[in-house]
């Protein structure tokens, strides 16, 4: 890979101050390479390219070495690329020790954050950013697989060097080979999941690596950031309510009955987009393909008379289905545990949070905002 680590530092000056909005919306902190988001058009953009074809058209792999590298890589580049993936795969006797030891009742995401954080002490004094990347997004799903097999009473699985990156991840979590089209489809899940702009994790792992702490911490911190419902989306959630939901002739009274109580349509609207997530487009199309018939036929139930419900409601906003909806579908058809769902998008994720701190490293600014102090002044202190 190239290198990305060379860093500018330049005197701060703390004149003319602006306010900026609660929650920074609309304000520009940074500017990057990465990735693009046309809320108005429904466009994403990796390195300039469009995200829904290259995840139709290219593996997870290479993908991660374009929002890595800032290029397309070549065959022998993908090659080497995939070898240093591989090597990094398997966990050595002091993380199996540690997972072994872990409480089998945590969240999966807990559980990722906790065991990123181990390995980072592992490993701090000993491998650079680059070097960290690899070793956490390779070892990522191997961790998760781990955990999972674990918890249900059962001995993991080991990683198998010829597999691809999706390929590996479903057998070690089921313990079979699986089919060619779950692999294409959590393969294309793992790339329309990737990066996506400055979001809140990753907004957090650049604020952290400002700071020149180690990448480890970085990550661990966007997880962190990952674990709030505020951020992750729901996808296990958006599960859970078309199961509870079940039929398509209960869809329109059932969601009518939600939001007539104030409640939550999940896998509806989106901070950015004003139209419909392209990711959520590309995840239909996948999910008719490999989700039962009545599964795919009720989500699509609920998603055309939840549409037209929250338009009488809220005319003025646009809520189109976002990511979670039918992401929801594709991770249960292809085998991901209901509360493995937001661990799985890290798994994804950690790539784009990696390229994002590599980007910050090669012309670093500690982030150092100002607050605006609104509480009393000039008390004094009376003794009785």
């Known amino acids: 890979m190239e290198s990305f680590f060379t860093t500018k530092f330049d005197q701060v000056t703390m004149t003319n101050l602006i306010t900026a909005p609660k929650g920074l919306d609309g304000v520009i902190v940074t500017q990057t390479k990465i990735s693009k988001i046309d809320g108005q058009k429904g466009k994403l953009l990796y390195r300039g390219f469009d995200a829904t074809e290259l995840s139709s058209l290219l593996s997870f792999e290479e993908v991660s070495y374009l929002l890595w590298c800032g290029k397309l890589p070549s065959p022998s580049e993908v090659q080497t690329f995939r070898e240093k993936l591989v090597l990094r795969r398997f966990l050595n006797a002091k993380e199996i020790e540690f997972i072994r030891n872990v409480p089998l009742t945590a969240n999966p995401l807990t559980f990722l954050r906790t065991v990123a954080s181990y390995i980072g002490m592992l490993n701090e004094k000993e491998f650079g950013p680059e070097q960290a990347a690899i070793d956490l997004s390779a070892k990522s799903p191997t961790l998760l697989a781990y955990f999972d097999r674990l918890r249900k009473g059962y001995e993991p699985v080991e990683p198998r060097p010829e597999l691809s990156f999706a390929e590996n991840y479903l057998r070690m979590l089921t313990g079979k080979k699986p089919s060619e089209e779950h692999v294409s489809a959590l393969n294309s899940y793992l790339i329309l999941l990737s990066d996506h702009g400055l979001n809140s994790s990753t907004f957090s792992a650049i604020v ?6 180690d990448y480890y911490s970085a990550i661990v911190s966007a997880i962190g950031m990952l674990k709030g419902p505020l951020h992750r989306g729901a996808p296990s959630q958006v599960w859970e309510m078309l199961s509870e939901i079940d039929e398509q002739s209960r ?9 007539n109580s104030g409640g939550r349509i999940m896998g509806f609207g989106h901070r950015i987009y004003r139209t419909e997530d392209p990711r959520s487009k590309a995840l239909k199309i996948i999910a008719k393909k490999i989700a039962s018939p009545k599964i795919f036929g009720l989500a699509e139930t609920v998603e055309e008379e939840a549409r037209e419900l929250l338009r009488q409601k809220h005319p003025e906003r646009a809520l189109e289905t976002n990511v979670e909806f039918y992401s929801s579908l594709v991770l249960n058809a292809v085998g991901i545990p209901t509360d493995m769902f937001t661990s799985t998008f890290a798994c994804a994720r950690i790539v784009g949070w990696t390229a994002h701190v590599l980007e910050q490293l090669s012309d670093n600014r500690l982030f150092r905002p ?8 000039g008390l004094s202190i009376v003794k009785g």
Do not use: C, F, N
């Not at 952290?208 to 702490?213: A, E, R």
């Not at 100002?370 to 002044?377: A, D, K, Q, R, T």
């Open 208 to 213: 952290t690596i400002s700071t020149l702490t």
């Open 251 to 259: 869809a329109g009274k059932w969601l009518e009955a939600r939001i």
């Open 370 to 377: 100002e607050s605006e102090y609104v509480g009393l002044e």
